[in-house]
């Protein structure tokens, strides 16, 4: 492939503006499909979590021919959570196209990525999307835009920035408001003018670096990057070089390229092309395949530190075994280092006897999302509560700081402020708008777990909020998050209706009548500060006599349905959150009443 006729291009945006229907497009204006042929929406989006929550968690790589260029399209994650990832896929772009809303402006999550793609200096295309929507107001977008490069300290060449307004939704654009047609041309012409060809002398040794992994059940795993220098043919002698030096040689068996989001077999490859290759099983994330007379591996990525932590164990509930496919301990150690392979901010510290394995990552996110896949691929375990990770600096115990950036009603400002301010945080701005409120608080990390439900509820789902890894600052104290005890199931069996009823004013039940549940189980939230132990299966007491009155109704209040991060928020140090692919329960670590006596005692 000519190397002047390539262009590696990243996307930039936030969540819900339009990135992946924005990709959906360009392969389609790019004739990669036939007239008649069923285009899935949301092609990039390839995980179900992803397609659910509307996020981009695992960058995915696309490829398009537009007249006689060859585009490589690389798709960004838009959350800080998975900031090992953005690191790494930008290293292949030469450019980016920043999405923006036409109503929204650029949001606080993306600021990441995009001061990510400063740093590196690359060319940046700003796409203004959703022209179309009744309260766009562009030119406000695009100062915004500008004020926020400046902020970020780009150079003068990046704030000299190519825009094109678009409607992604109905494939169109143009480079002025006036000039909007239906057709991704703009878009592609300005990718060929703005972004530069890859570096990269074809005639040197060959070198690549890893930036992701990827399975195929043929051919097993797929390291996808960017060919560094030289070319690669099927069955050339390479070397993979990590920490502890270049390994014995290897012949690549594969080499593919993109076209529109599938792997097509090429025979060679050479500089700048973003390429799969086949052959090498062991290989790892940041790792270097080269010429075998290569004893150096290329400069990888700096990733920032976790600064969360979970505990997984294997399910030990006496409900084990039940609902899940894989639930042995082994088998979910194995699971979690085969993710540290293609996520290299996830950290796995085996722990010992049956304390399990410490899991670190970005965030609350970057953790629940991993939980979830499990979850759902038939893994079945344990976890604790999450804990941030400290750090000693200067002998002074240090805790993980967020900026988060909220947008509220103003009759909403008042109940969100006094949260933050129990949970440590501290307001650093506020701006009155049209009635809407933006307030900015730095706040630890430990206070903001959790907090995200609780926001929709106090905003009537109406709220964002955004947060951003800012720093380690001396330690706050302690933040009291949950008030009130738990129930605890007495006994193992199912839940009785008229047992339910009783204990409704006692606190807010989890479950409804009719379900399993063992001893030491929570199925609700007390009323009270202390736990409770209750019998959630007494049944009625009959007799042979008949009531003078009618029996009352037994009339249950729906029970309160928690999401997995609203449990994990939920738990205390005591207790567990048990996950199967069917089930989310929550449960005491002692589940006997007398176990848990002894302990206190």
């Not at 990243?10 to 042929?37: C, P």
């Not at 695009?142 to 678009?166: G, H, R, S, W």
């Not at 947008?407 to 933050?420: A, D, K, R, T």
């Not at 007491?541 to 009339?555: E, F, I, Y």
């Amino acid at each position: 492939m000519n190397q002047e006729k390539l262009r590696n291009v990243a996307i930039i945006a936030h969540v819900d503006h339009g990135k992946t229907t924005l990709v959906d497009q360009l392969f389609k204006a790019s004739g990669m499909y036939r007239e008649n042929q069923n285009m899935e929406e949301r092609l990039m989006d390839s995980m179900d979590l992803e397609r659910e929550r509307g996020i981009t968690i695992k960058s995915k790589n696309g490829a398009c021919q537009y007249k006689d260029h060859f585009i490589n399209i690389i798709d960004t994650p838009g959350h800080a959570d998975f900031g090992g990832e953005v690191e790494r896929v930008l290293k292949m772009a030469e450019g980016a196209l920043f999405l923006v809303d036409a109503q929204e402006g650029p949001m606080p999550q993306s600021h990441f990525v995009l001061k990510k793609a400063i740093a590196l200096n690359i060319p940046v295309i700003v796409v203004v999307n959703k022209i179309d929507k009744p309260n766009a107001r562009v030119d406000w977008v695009i100062d915004q835009v500008f004020d926020l490069m400046v902020k970020l300290n780009a150079p003068d060449e990046i704030l000299d920035f190519k825009t094109i307004y678009a409607s992604a939704r109905d494939g169109k654009s143009g480079h002025e408001m006036d000039t909007v047609t239906e057709s991704m041309e703009p878009i592609f012409q300005s990718i060929i003018d703005v972004v530069p060809s890859p570096k990269g002398n074809r005639q040197d040794s060959f070198s690549f670096l890893v930036s992701t992994i990827s399975y195929s059940t043929f051919l097993g795993r797929l390291a996808v990057g960017k060919i560094h220098s030289g070319n690669i043919k099927i069955n050339q002698e390479v070397v993979s070089i990590g920490q502890e030096g270049p390994s014995e040689k290897m012949r690549i068996t594969k080499i593919c390229q993109f076209k529109s989001d599938q792997f097509e077999d090429i025979q060679e490859a050479g500089a700048g092309e973003i390429v799969a290759l086949a052959g090498i099983p062991e290989i790892k994330v940041g790792e270097t395949i080269a010429d075998p007379s290569f004893s150096e591996p290329l400069e990888g990525v700096k990733i920032d530190p976790p600064t969360i932590s979970v505990q997984f164990m294997a399910n030990n509930s006496p409900f084990s075994g039940k609902e899940g496919e894989f639930v042995t301990s082994n088998q979910v150690k194995d699971r979690l280092l085969k993710e540290t392979l293609s996520d290299v901010a996830l950290h796995v510290d085996v722990l010992g006897n049956e304390a399990g394995f410490s899991v670190a990552g970005r965030g609350e996110l970057h953790l629940s999302i991993l939980i979830e896949k499990m979850r759902r691929e038939g893994y079945e375990f344990q976890v604790s509560r999450p804990k941030v990770i400290f750090k000693e600096i200067d002998g002074k115990k240090c805790e993980p700081y967020e900026e988060i950036s909220i947008q509220v009603q103003e009759e909403q400002m008042g109940v969100v402020i006094e949260s933050m301010g129990n949970r440590k945080g501290h307001m650093q701005h506020m701006n009155q708008e049209d009635g809407a409120v933006n307030l900015i608080f730095h706040i630890p990390t430990r206070g903001l777990l959790g907090y995200q439900s609780e926001f929709m509820t106090q905003t009537k789902g109406m709220g964002t909020l955004f947060s951003k890894f800012l720093e380690y600052r001396p330690f706050s104290g302690e933040i009291r998050t949950r008030k009130n005890g738990v129930l605890i199931s007495k006994e193992t069996a199912k839940t009785i209706a008229y047992s339910l009823d009783s204990l409704q004013e006692r606190g807010v039940l989890f479950l409804g009548p009719g379900v399993d549940i063992y001893e030491g189980q929570i199925i609700g939230e007390s009323s009270r500060e202390e736990d409770m132990v209750v019998n959630p299966a007494k049944g009625k007491k009959l007799t042979n006599m008949r009531a003078s009155g009618s029996d009352d109704n037994v009339m249950l209040t729906p029970p309160k349905k928690m999401s997995l991060e609203e449990c994990l928020s939920f738990i205390d140090d005591t207790e567990l959150v048990e996950c199967t692919p069917k089930s989310i329960r929550l449960r005491k670590i002692i589940l006997s009443e007398s176990g848990r006596k002894s302990n206190r005692s």
